[in-house]
């Protein structure tokens, strides 16, 4: 227990749960640079850029505080991405809080699953597949895709599937590591391009 309590506290520390306090409306301000690739409002409508409307502040401010540490470090820690290093570079932890906070705020637009892919999209995601080791992606994101902000799991729901599929390779060969205790890329070394594809198909229209 006592164990248990200081890995709580030691990634609340680490996630910058004790650090700034997120303001909406300044965020709001500071958001104009992101408009171009994520929508005004976070509804991004180019499929390989995320939408972040929505998507829980703690997520987002872990990610672009890893996007900064990887710019600082020449991709080696954090979550390495040419364009999202850049950007996060010149950002404060105060100008992260904001605009996290703000894209949090927003409302997000949903997608559409194709009717082919609702069926075994379903099992996969809620079932996972215990013959090959996949556990059910709902015990961490939600029977919605909704995710836990507390826990750090992101809101999965409604993403565009090319930047889903992207994100699942990324974790399988490891060029995306910035998930606590390898939790992602256990998952995703186990799956399929087919099964990335029915779950990224099967995550847009899920809400
Ligand atoms: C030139 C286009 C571009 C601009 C401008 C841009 N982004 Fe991004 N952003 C991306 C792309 C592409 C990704 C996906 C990176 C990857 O594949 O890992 C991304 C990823 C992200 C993520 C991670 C989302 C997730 O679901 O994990 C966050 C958070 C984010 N951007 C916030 C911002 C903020 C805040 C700004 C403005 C300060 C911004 N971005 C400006 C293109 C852009
Ligand atoms: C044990 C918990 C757990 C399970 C089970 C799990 N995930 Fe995740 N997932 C996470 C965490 C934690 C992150 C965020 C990592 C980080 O902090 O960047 C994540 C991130 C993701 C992302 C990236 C989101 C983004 O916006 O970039 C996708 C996509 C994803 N998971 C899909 C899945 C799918 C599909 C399954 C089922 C096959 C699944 N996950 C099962 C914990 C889990």
């Given at each position: 227990?006592?164990?248990?309590?200081?890995?709580?506290?030691?990634?609340?520390?680490?996630?910058?749960?004790?650090?700034?306090?997120?303001?909406?409306?300044?965020?709001?301000?500071?958001?104009?640079?992101c408009?171009?690739?994520h929508?005004?409002d976070?509804?991004?409508?180019?499929?390989?850029n995320?939408?972040i409307a929505?998507?829980?502040?703690?997520?987002?401010e872990?990610?672009?505080?890893?996007?900064k540490l990887?710019?600082q470090t020449?991709?080696?820690?954090?979550?390495?991405?040419?364009?999202?290093?850049?950007?996060?570079?010149?950002?404060s932890?105060?100008d992260?809080a904001?605009?996290?906070?703000?894209?949090?705020?927003q409302?997000?637009?949903?997608g559409?699953?194709?009717?082919?892919y609702?069926?075994?999209g379903q099992a996969l995601?809620?079932?996972?597949d215990?013959a090959r080791?996949i556990?059910?992606?709902?015990?961490?994101?939600?029977p919605?895709?909704?995710?836990m902000?507390?826990?750090g799991?992101?809101?999965i729901s409604g993403q565009h599937?090319?930047?889903?599929v992207?994100?699942?390779?990324?974790?399988?060969d490891?060029?995306?590591?910035?998930?606590?205790?390898?939790?992602?890329?256990?998952?995703?070394?186990?799956?399929?391009?087919?099964?990335?594809?029915?779950?990224?198909n099967?995550?847009?229209?899920?809400?």
């Amino acid at each position: 227990m006592k164990k248990l309590c200081v890995l709580v506290f030691l990634s609340l520390g680490l996630s910058g749960a004790a650090s700034a306090k997120g303001d909406p409306e300044a965020g709001k301000a500071k958001s104009a640079v992101c408009a171009a690739c994520h929508g005004m409002d976070g509804n991004s409508m180019i499929p390989i850029n995320p939408k972040i409307a929505g998507q829980h502040a703690g997520y987002l401010e872990k990610q672009l505080k890893e996007f900064k540490l990887a710019s600082q470090t020449g991709g080696e820690e954090g979550r390495n991405n040419a364009v999202m290093n850049g950007m996060a570079a010149p950002l404060s932890e105060q100008d992260m809080a904001d605009l996290a906070a703000y894209f949090a705020s927003q409302e997000a637009k949903p997608g559409e699953t194709p009717e082919n892919y609702v069926e075994a999209g379903q099992a996969l995601y809620r079932g996972g597949d215990e013959a090959r080791g996949i556990p059910s992606c709902g015990a961490c994101h939600g029977p919605d895709g909704n995710g836990m902000g507390l826990a750090g799991f992101p809101d999965i729901s409604g993403q565009h599937p090319d930047y889903v599929v992207a994100q699942l390779k990324a974790f399988r060969d490891g060029q995306r590591a910035n998930d606590m205790n390898g939790m992602m890329r256990d998952i995703a070394m186990k799956l399929t391009d087919e099964d990335m594809d029915i779950l990224a198909n099967y995550l847009a229209g899920l809400h």
